[in-house]
């Protein structure tokens, strides 16, 4: 009796040590995944490893390479963040430079719990003509633990992984190979359900720039249209009940909005909202900011000899979501230089850094912010080795001087803390831990 328990008990452990492979080998563990979400769209999701869960990775480095396959047909290329990496990581940064995507996230806790696909955001490109073919690979990985220790994705888990993306014409389906022609054998005859089709002329490049309320609401109601733009002297014209309607449409879309002050067709500055990034959509704002060469409490605090142009914004606290703020400083700097932003804490009597490496190109200055008061553009830091968060926002066009849609001439963000090289890019990736901590804790007060 005792021999056949035995034989029972071994039968049992025998199935169940076959059975866990079998099992497991149903989930798709492919590091890397995409998939195209709409004609100019590609989602891409990261299915973290066991080492990044065990490991309570906190801050990820995805760099993705875009390979054109027409040199130069690419105009833009954009990274919106998914709502869940917005939710985990406080820190949220992209660049796009030389036909590599630089996506950065971080959070001051571990961001990845299970194994399990997460999506990061979606890749969005501009063709610079009709439209582009391209290649979407990973390039590299990598990613920092608890313990602040850097690791790098096998370049071996990554091989094989591509998606072809297309951009500007319809991506045929492999099973219906030819779904808007109704009459194959007659390709040049139109529909006979829609002689005149209308590739919607009124919003050809999916823009609405509008001047009233009327004229958002009208581009808002059409599904075509991906960017609203508002023109007005000083940004502000909108009432409370529009604002917040606007921004309860935007929330979790890939649409944005751009509110812009001109004064004779010069952009004086404009104001950027991304449905994904909108938080709080009962904020009213007032959207006008006024520039100034001298603050007395705030200039006791700035460096000496150094260029300081002080920003006070006519909102005052927290603001709808993240914000692009492009405005123009070319009355105070010269172009190339590099400069600093601070916040100035009325509360402390101090200022605190929040970002570096803001390039002056033909006049403008690029910044983001979440919380508005006065802050200050400054050529020198304050203190010797300041510490910045890894933000840095910078125009590497140079269309300003007409602003027409400077949605579509948004730049890449970028998280680097200097010059373009692999070691700056991994300095910031070993740092971004620990800037987090820092960021967030400062955040519930300010930002």
Same mark, same amino acid.
């Given at each position: 009796?005792?021999r056949?328990?035995?034989l ?10 076959t059975?866990v ?19 100019s +769209? ?13 490991n309570?990775? @906190?801050?990820?480095?995805? +760099?993705?390479?875009i ?10 290329i ?9 939710n ?13 995507? %630089? ?9 990845f719990?299970q ?16 439209m582009?073919q ?9 990613y920092?633990d608890?313990s602040?220790?850097?690791? +790098? ?21 492999? %099973? ?7 009459n ?7 529909d ?16 609405? @720039?509008?001047?009233t309320?009327e ?7 059409d599904?075509?249209?991906t ?30 909005? @751009?509110i ?10 404009s104001w ?8 709080n959509?009962?904020t009213?704002?007032?959207f ?6 001298e ?5 006791s ?28 400083a ?17 509360k ?9 490496s803001i ?21 020198k830091t304050?203190?010797k080795d ?5 933000v ?15 949605t579509?001439?948004t ?13 700056e890019?991994?300095?910031l ?19």
């Amino acid at each position: 009796m005792k021999r056949i328990k035995s034989l029972c008990i071994a039968l049992v452990l025998a199935l169940l040590v076959t059975y866990v492979p079998v099992s497991a080998a149903v989930q798709d563990d492919t590091m890397i995944k995409m998939q195209q979400k709409d004609t100019s +769209q590609v989602e891409l999701a990261l299915y973290p490893n066991g080492d990044m869960i065990k490991n309570h990775s @906190t801050t990820f480095r995805i +760099q993705m390479r875009i390979t054109e396959e027409e040199s130069g047909s690419i105009g833009e290329i954009h990274f919106a963040f998914s709502e869940d990496i917005q939710n985990r990581c406080k820190i949220r940064e992209y660049f796009y430079e030389n036909g590599i995507l %630089d996506i950065y996230f971080s959070s001051a806790g571990t961001v990845f719990e299970q194994a399990q696909d997460v999506v990061i955001g979606t890749i969005s490109g501009i063709p610079s003509g009709e439209m582009f073919q391209a290649s979407i690979a990973p390039e590299s990985i990598m990613y920092v633990d608890q313990s602040h220790q850097m690791k +790098q994705v096998d370049e071996g888990v990554l091989q094989g992984i591509s998606y072809q993306w297309a951009v500007g014409e319809k991506v045929p389906d492999p %099973d219906d190979p030819n779904p808007d022609n109704p009459n194959p054998d007659n390709p040049d005859k139109p529909d006979p359900d829609k002689p005149n089709p209308d590739d919607n002329p009124e919003y050809p490049d999916g823009v609405c @720039t509008a001047f009233t309320y009327e004229e958002l609401e009208k581009g808002l109601a059409d599904s075509s249209v991906t960017s609203l733009i508002y023109k007005s002297k000083d940004g502000n014209g909108l009432t409370k009940e529009q604002q917040k309607t606007l921004f309860k449409s935007l929330k979790g879309t890939e649409r944005t909005l @751009t509110i812009m002050a001109e004064e004779k067709g010069q952009l004086l500055y404009s104001w950027k909202f991304t449905g994904t990034g909108i938080a709080n959509i009962d904020t009213a704002i007032d959207f006008g900011i006024a520039k100034s060469k001298e603050n007395k409490n705030a200039g006791s605090l700035m460096a000496k000899d150094a260029e300081n142009l002080y920003l006070e914004f006519a909102h005052e606290g927290e603001l709808p979501g993240l914000a692009e703020i492009e405005l123009y400083a070319g009355d105070s700097f010269k172009d190339g230089q590099n400069l600093y932003l601070y916040y100035y804490n009325t509360k402390k009597n101090a200022v605190e850094p929040i970002q570096k490496s803001i390039k002056v190109v033909d006049g403008y200055v690029t910044i983001q912010i979440e919380h508005c008061s006065t802050y200050i553009l400054t050529t020198k830091t304050v203190r010797k080795d300041e510490r910045f968060p890894a933000v840095s926002v910078n125009k590497t066009d140079s269309t300003k001087k007409t602003p027409v849609k400077p949605t579509t001439k948004t730049t890449a963000k970028t998280a680097k803390t200097g010059d373009n090289t692999p070691v700056e890019g991994l300095l910031l990736l070993a740092g971004l831990s620990a800037a987090a901590m820092i960021l967030i804790g400062k955040s519930r007060k300010k930002i």
